[in-house]
C-alpha cells in the first residue's frame, strides 16, 4: 500500500493567492483528518470525514478555509486568500473505520506552505 | 473535556541511556491513548496504543508505555536510546465513538547525544 498520499510536498505563494492542498487516503480507510502544525500552536486538527461527509469544522480557522471529499478517494483543502500565517505544515491522515479513537490514524508526509 | 498534557517541551538523552517521556490525560473514562512519533520532515507514525487490558503496553522500536490511571498517565520508555530515536513524540487521547477524534498534546522533541 502507498499510504496517504499529499501533494504538493511544498508550496511557496504569495499572500492573497488562493492555495490548494490535495489528500489521497489509504483506500478502503472510511475516515479522513486535516492537521495544521506550527511550532507556536503544535498539532491542530482542523476537520475531519466520515465517508465523505464532514463531521466537525470546529477547528477550521475561518471563512478563507475550506475542505472538501468529493469521493473516497479524494479531499482537498483550500485557502482562499491566503496569508501569511497559515504558513504551516498540512498533515492529511486516514483511518479505517468510524469508531473514533479506536482506529489508528495513518499519516500523510505533510504539505510544506509558506505565504509570502 | 478531555486534554492531553507534554510536561517536557524538548529532552536530551545519551545514547544507549533509557528514556522516559511523560504524558498526562484528563478524561472522564477510561481513555483511548497512544503514542506517535515524527521524525524530521515526516509524517506522524503510531508507537503504540492502549485500550484495555495490560497496563503495559509494547510497541514498535523497543518502545513500552504503562497506563496508570491512578496518576492519569500514560508515559513512552525505552530502556536503550539509539541514535536514530532523535524525533517528536506525541501523546493522544480519544473515545471509542463514531465521530469523535483524537486529540493531541504539544510533542516532546527528543535529542540523542553521543
Known amino acids: 500500500d502507498a499510504g496517504v498520499i499529499q501533494s504538493p510536498r511544498h508550496e511557496v505563494t504569495e499572500m492573497g493567492q488562493e492555495v490548494t492542498l490535495r489528500c489521497k487516503p489509504i483506500?478502503?480507510?472510511?475516515?479522513l483528518f486535516w492537521y495544521r502544525q506550527t511550532m507556536m500552536r503544535g498539532l491542530e486538527l482542523l476537520i475531519y470525514?466520515?465517508?465523505?461527509?464532514?463531521?466537525?469544522d470546529s477547528g477550521m480557522p475561518e471563512d478563507r478555509f475550506s475542505a472538501k471529499m468529493p469521493n473516497a478517494s479524494f479531499s482537498t483543502l483550500k485557502i482562499q486568500p491566503s496569508e501569511p500565517r497559515d504558513s504551516a505544515v498540512y498533515f492529511c491522515?486516514?483511518?479505517?473505520?468510524?469508531?473514533?479513537?479506536?482506529?489508528?490514524?495513518?499519516f500523510g508526509p505533510g504539505t510544506r506552505l509558506t505565504v509570502l | 473535556a478531555q486534554s492531553v498534557t507534554q510536561p517536557d517541551i524538548h529532552i536530551t538523552v545519551s545514547e544507549g541511556a533509557s528514556l522516559e517521556l511523560r504524558c498526562n490525560y484528563s478524561?472522564?473514562?477510561?481513555?483511548?491513548l497512544f503514542w506517535y512519533v515524527q521524525s524530521p520532515g515526516q509524517g506522524l507514525q503510531l508507537l503504540l496504543k492502549?485500550?484495555?487490558?495490560?497496563?503495559l503496553v509494547q510497541g514498535i522500536k523497543g518502545f513500552e508505555a504503562e497506563f496508570k490511571r491512578s496518576q492519569s498517565s500514560f508515559n513512552l520508555r525505552k530502556p536503550s536510546v539509539h541514535w536514530s530515536d532523535a524525533a517528536e513524540y506525541f501523546c493522544?487521547?480519544?473515545?471509542?465513538?463514531?465521530?469523535?477524534?483524537?486529540?493531541f498534546g504539544k510533542g516532546t522533541t527528543l535529542s540523542v547525544s553521543s
Open positions: 491522515a486516514s483511518s479505517p473505520g468510524l469508531a473514533g479513537a479506536s482506529d489508528t490514524q495513518y
Open positions: 483506500s478502503g480507510h472510511n475516515s
Open positions: 470525514f466520515n465517508n465523505n461527509v464532514p463531521i466537525d
Open positions: 478524561y472522564g473514562a477510561t481513555p483511548y
Open positions: 492502549y485500550f484495555s487490558g495490560d497496563t
Open positions: 493522544a487521547v480519544g473515545e471509542n465513538q463514531a465521530g469523535t477524534a483524537l486529540i
